[in-house]
């Protein structure tokens, strides 16, 4: 069974910092690309960040350039993101993503984890 399961969210004051984790169990870990995205009400789902577990490249959205840094721990299966300088707009349900780099296999999607920045 594949599974995506992030976790780590919380309620944090303006400024704070939470780590999100998202744990991949069921597929291979190494054909994929992980990444974060996150949806506030009302507002369309955005991409965050992304590591590639192949060499270990990243991408950030310009809003989190920073202050937010993804990891990844290959023999855990498990990326992080280490959200620092927290702001309320960075308020959102966060979801992790498996992009696999063959566009043969399909992508997956955990749950989700709330964010919430109180100002």
């Known amino acids: 069974e594949v599974q995506l399961q992030a976790s780590g969210g919380g309620l944090v004051q303006a400024g704070g910092s939470l780590r999100l984790s998202c744990a991949a169990s069921g597929f291979t870990f190494d054909d994929y690309a992980i990444g974060w995205f996150r949806q506030a009400p009302g507002k369309e789902r955005e991409g965050v960040s992304c590591?590639?577990?192949?060499?270990?490249?990243?991408y950030y959205a310009d809003s989190v350039k920073g202050r937010f840094t993804i990891s990844s721990d290959n023999a855990k299966n498990t990326v992080y993101l280490q959200m620092n300088s927290l702001k309320p707009e960075d308020t959102a349900v966060y979801y992790c993503n498996a992009k696999p780099y063959d566009s043969r296999l399909p992508s997956y999607w955990g749950q989700g984890t709330q964010v919430t920045v109180s100002s």
């Open positions: 590591i590639s577990s192949s060499d270990g490249s990243t």
